[in-house]
């Protein structure tokens, strides 16, 4: 399975119903171990936060895993950390840190037409003229490409949460699944073949092929009927790519998993299947996800930014 955005589009169903899935967070509980023991010490190290490790640190989590922005692309969690939340935690203000700026990367960071992975890096790279942007851009490759290495090396030999294999032999018997993910296409191929999902898939979408909802976009568009395409995810960026796709979304809820998955295989599916899934349902299922992941972090109560 290769990484070309063309192989999307040429897609041809075998089955009237599609199902989309997400794979970190979603159907491997490995978000965890990924921030804190590789994301959180490579944003510390190749940002500057040393001063602030601990304080970096609770904004990387919350961040990625425990607010509204969880599953959200690297470098738009590392924007989002650098600009709004730790230049305004407590233990910053405390100790007077100034939190380095890049400024050219947060540019390319929010151009809507940047592909926000290491390929994108480096022809944004090849793009610029200043020696400042250059270095700010490299430095974001540097760390980008050190982390795929860091998570490489540490995250291995995680199962799948209880309940996807069962689950994904099932709906393979009655609709097409592909997986539907920013994370770098190798680790999606490693990690699930390493668990033998990978049988089950008809297609692999990583970060190289764009993002989620041009995955879901190219795969279906024309090619199966109003509500037979259902994107399974654990995280907003899941929710709002299937909502600009026109599908389906069904939440693995964060901290219930495995409850998720039964629920999934005891009910859920099966309203997909007969098309009962949309409305009410579907409305009750994203209301109890959302309930979840607040926008805020605790540790904001009470502090303004005057």
């Not at 075998?14 to 921030?35: P, R, T, Y």
Request: one cysteine or more; hydrophobic letters at 35%.
């Amino acid at each position: 399975m290769g990484v070309e955005l063309s192989q999307l589009s040429d897609f041809k169903p075998g089955h009237e119903f599609l199902v989309a899935i997400d794979s970190d967070g979603c159907v491997f509980d490995n978000m965890g171990i990924k921030q804190r023991e590789c994301f959180c010490p490579m944003m510390i190290g190749y940002f500057g936060l040393q001063p602030v490790a601990a304080a970096a640190r609770e904004c990387k989590e919350f961040t990625d895993l425990y607010s509204t922005t969880r599953g959200i692309n690297r470098h738009k969690s590392i924007a989002r950390i650098l600009r709004d939340l730790l230049p305004i935690h407590p233990e910053v203000r405390k100790l007077g840190f100034d939190v380095p700026q890049y400024s050219h990367y947060f540019d390319w960071v929010d151009d809507p037409k940047s592909l926000l992975s290491n390929e994108g890096l480096d022809q944004a790279i090849d793009r610029v003229s200043s020696y400042e942007a250059k270095r700010q851009l490299q430095r974001a490759l540097t760390w980008s490409r050190r982390l795929d290495e860091m998570v490489t090396e540490v995250v291995r030999d995680i199962p799948p949460i209880s309940g996807v294999h069962e689950s994904l032999a099932r709906v393979k018997q009655q609709a097409d699944i592909m997986v539907c993910s920013s994370t770098p296409h190798e680790a999606i191929v490693r990690e699930w073949s390493e668990h033998g999902l990978d049988r089950y898939v008809r297609v692999i979408a990583g970060q190289e092929m764009g993002k989620k909802h041009e995955h879901l976009q190219a795969t279906s568009t024309g090619k199966y009927a109003p509500g037979h395409v259902l994107m399974i995810g654990d995280a907003p960026g899941d929710r709002d790519a299937a909502d600009q796709a026109g599908v389906l979304f069904y939440p693995i809820n964060p901290g219930d998993e495995v409850a998720s998955w039964q629920r999934f295989q005891d009910e859920a599916f099966d309203r997909f299947m007969n098309q009962t899934y949309a409305g009410d349902y579907q409305r009750e299922r994203i209301a109890e996800f959302e309930h979840r992941l607040p926008e805020q972090p605790p540790w904001l109560k009470g502090c303004n930014d005057t």
